[in-house]
């Protein structure tokens, strides 16, 4: 199961993924891309790692709009 958070920033939208099964995790991270392409939204990948606790996690940050 994914953990799925976003933190809107003013212009800026950060998105944060969390599972303990790092192809799940992927391919959540790929529909959101989907949504908010790079194209429009300057999606990107901040930061993306193994936590402490085994689980994976990557950290986009967008524009709120395009």
Do not use: A, E, L
């Given at each position: 199961m994914?953990?799925?958070d976003e933190t809107n920033a003013g212009s800026s939208v950060y998105a944060h993924f969390q599972s303990p099964e790092p192809t799940e995790l992927t391919k959540a991270v790929e529909r959101y891309i989907l949504d908010y392409p790079e194209a429009g939204y300057m999606t990107r990948v901040e930061e993306?790692?193994?936590n402490i606790d085994g689980t994976y996690y990557i950290k986009l940050w967008r524009l709120?709009?395009?």
């Open positions: 994914v953990q799925f993306q790692g193994q709120s709009s395009c």
